[in-house]
């Protein structure tokens, strides 16, 4: 008891009693994970083998030996998700503050379509991919049907390349738009009215306002909404298994697609350990790149 009750507020100990829960926390879920990847990713692993032969980077070197298949798809796959990230993050983050500025004005019914935008968050991705993916079928989905009823000829959205990211990409923005339409919406209602009351008495237009004072008060929710688009996007999976399987010929399969077929339909799981590690690597060192490049817009906007 006096040991405890000589830990009062300027005993350094203290802070680190603190610290211990969140310590052992990140070292069961983060450190240990990390670890075990990287273990697992240099030993040949056979869950029926009584042994696992260290191999080191044998796994990492043919993964960056273009002429083996892993090689070929993992980068295809890699480049791929490099296009929909590259195509959907405009969209989410154009279209989310269109709809936020629209509906921050006081229009008619503007609670009941606040609601209907973000609706579409709050279902799973297996819900979101079959609704499309019925949506957008080359024979009998509702898109060509109506197209056939009003004497335009079908699209084979599924079955022909670069089409079939059509309804991936549609699919990802009316699911996603609604949450980024939010954040918008919130940190548009921290800006002080007064500043565009001061700015109309000096006579500035619309867009004037918009350039000078919104766009840059925005800039903070936009870097936020900017990094957990992209990471968010770069982690494509249920979208294309689901709607297309990845196909045509493998034209819609993404990074996380390719990584786990190679360990639960190829049982290579330290390949796919592998890929995996690269993968989280390229991932981190993008959002590095892009919270730099964001934070220094944020800080000259803000000046």
Same mark, same amino acid.
């Given at each position: 008891m ?12 203290v ?13 069961a ?17 056979n ?11 044998l ?12 090689? @070929?798809?993992? $980068? %295809?796959? !890699?480049?791929?998700?490099? *296009?929909?990230?590259?195509?959907? =993050?405009?969209?989410? &983050?154009? +279209? ?32 979101? @991919?079959?609704? $499309? %993916?019925? !949506?957008?079928?080359?024979? *009998?989905?509702?898109?060509?049907? =109506?197209l056939?009823? &009003?004497? +335009? ?12 990211w059509?309804?991936?990409?549609v ?14 919406? @919130?940190?548009?209602?921290s ?12 006579g ?43 196909g ?26 592998a ?7 390229v991932?981190?060192v ?8 964001m ?9």
């Open positions: 006096r040991r405890f009750a000589s830990l009062d507020s300027e005993n350094p100990l802070a680190y009693l603190f610290l211990l829960p969140h310590a052992l926390l990140f070292l879920f983060v450190v240990y994970p990390i670890v075990s990847a990287v273990s697992l990713s240099m030993h040949r692993y869950p029926l083998a009584k042994e696992e032969p260290f191999i080191g980077l796994f990492y070197q043919r993964l960056f030996d273009f002429s083996t298949p892993e090689a @070929a798809n993992f $980068w %295809r796959s !890699m480049a791929q998700t490099a *296009f929909f990230t590259a195509v959907i =993050v405009p969209i989410l &983050i154009a +279209l989310a503050l269109f709809l936020a500025l629209l509906l921050q004005r006081p229009i008619l019914g503007r609670g009941a379509f606040r609601t209907i935008f973000f609706v579409p968050t709050v279902l799973s991705v297996s819900v979101i @991919a079959i609704l $499309w %993916r019925w !949506m957008s079928a080359d024979q *009998f989905g509702l898109v060509n049907v =109506v056939l009823d &009003i004497g +335009l000829p079908s699209i084979p959205f599924v079955t022909r390349e670069w089409l079939a059509i309804p991936i990409i699919s990802t923005t009316w699911w996603t738009v609604g949450f980024n339409m939010t954040l918008y919406l @919130a940190a548009l209602a800006i002080p009215e007064t500043y565009y009351e001061a700015a109309e008495l000096d500035a237009s619309p867009w004037g306002r918009f350039r000078h004072i919104t766009f840059p008060l925005l800039m903070p929710a936009t870097l936020f909404v900017a990094i957990t688009t992209v990471l968010a996007s770069l982690q494509l999976y249920g979208q294309s298994q689901l709607i297309t399987n990845g045509p010929t493998r034209s819609t399969q993404s990074a996380m697609m390719v990584i786990t077929e190679q360990a639960f339909t190829n049982h290579q799981l330290s390949s796919a350990t890929m995996s590690l690269v993968f989280g690597i991932l981190v993008f959002a590095a790149f892009q919270f730099r490049l934070s220094s817009r944020v800080r000259a906007a803000s000046r």
